[in-house]
């Protein structure tokens, strides 16, 4: 997929129904939180990635684009 690659820094720890629905993020656990990687092909992408995590309940601590 083509796009710009972005980070997204999560409060808390993502839930097995969480992390399906970013199956095509990679995920890490990064204490106190979670940090999701993966690439985002424009900017209704990038607001439909911040609802989902929203309509999750998880807090972003930051969403930022990052170098591959």
Known sequence: MAGRCYEFRVDGCLSPRAREA???????EARPGVVLRGAVVDDAHLH??????HLLGLT???ARPVDR
């Not at 970013?22 to 890490?28: G, P, R």
């Not at 439909?48 to 995590?53: C, P, T, V, Y």
Request: aromatic share 6%; glycine share 6%.
């Open 60 to 62: 972003v601590v930051s």
């Open 22 to 28: 970013f199956c095509d993020m990679d995920v890490e």
């Open 48 to 53: 439909g990635i911040l609802e989902q995590l």
